[in-house]
């Protein structure tokens, strides 16, 4: 799995990463086994980045009972802000950072983790500096070793302007390129920071997008990512495009230098392998095709913005 500087953390991280939000909301207890499998056959493969986060339901847990005696082979992010499950408080206030902290530590059961990120708050929260704070002590006490932001849009654009973040987790893919059109990632990578690519195969819908596919509803998270690619499509065939839909995705996502790795979720095994492999194997996509992606974006894009 080929590795790349995660900004100036002095990490090198494996390009692709594990999203780990599918297996805390859709895998219960009774799959820990499915979860430990997915996640060995990741660390196995070479991959050594796992992103979950206080709020993504029992992940947390399954990564912890999972693969916490591997410690040492994965850089471990994780994010606050958010209520966790079975948590009390208030979002966004320095004390439901601080307990959130402390809970990931227990259930992942490690006495540091790599990362921990604030988890897309508004400007307003940011601004106000509590949660920051609540981070900063964290890091000075060793509970962590960088602190970053996980958001979007104008929010994502004042984390990396202000400076205090190592790193930068947003969302960025086929239909969704914002990120580079404004400028975002470049400007986190000029600042030397990690940059961490969420949604980086827009849910998957690329291959589902073709008219034969005939697939008009991807969920109520990704249909709006579908609609988008059928536009993209509709402005005709796209010369020398790989036959698989995730492999364009992947392709595209990580054709991008600014784009240190891309965190794709699955709950499937089969999923992985197959990811894995194609990273291995199978990149980069034609130029050409990269080139028409960004060209047809840039043309449709009237009010796309990063979606969370
Ligand atoms: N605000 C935030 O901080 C935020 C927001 C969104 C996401 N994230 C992070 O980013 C991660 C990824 O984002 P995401 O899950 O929304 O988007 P994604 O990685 O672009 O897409 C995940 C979807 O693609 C499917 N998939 C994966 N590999 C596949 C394959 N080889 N063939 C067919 N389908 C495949 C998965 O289904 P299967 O389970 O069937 O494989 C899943 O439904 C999350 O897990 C989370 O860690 C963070």
Redesign the pocket.
Known sequence: MQTVPFGNTGFNASRL????????S?FSISDQGQATTMLNTALDAGINFL???AC?GI?EILVGKGVAERRDDYFLAT?AGHIALGAAGEEWTYQTVVDSIDRSLRLLQTDHVDLV?L??CGIDVLEKGDVIRALQEAEQAGKTRFIGY???NEAAHWAVDSGLFATL?T?Y?IVEQRARTSGLLEKATDRGMGT??????????W?KSRPEAGIDDA?H??TP?LLRAKAVRALGPIEDEPAD??LT?LGYTLGDPNANV???????P???A??IS?IDNDLPIPDSVITELKQRFEQLDKDWTQR?
């Open positions: 990463g594990v999203g780990l939000s599918e297996i805390g859709q992103d979950t986060s993504y992940s994010k990120q988890h897309s996980s958001g979007d987790q969302s893919n961490i690519i969420k949604r980086p195969i827009a849910g998957g819908v291959g969920g998270y990704n990512y839909g995730i995705a891309a965190i794709v979720g699955t709950t499937n089969s999923h992985m197959t990811n194609q969370t």
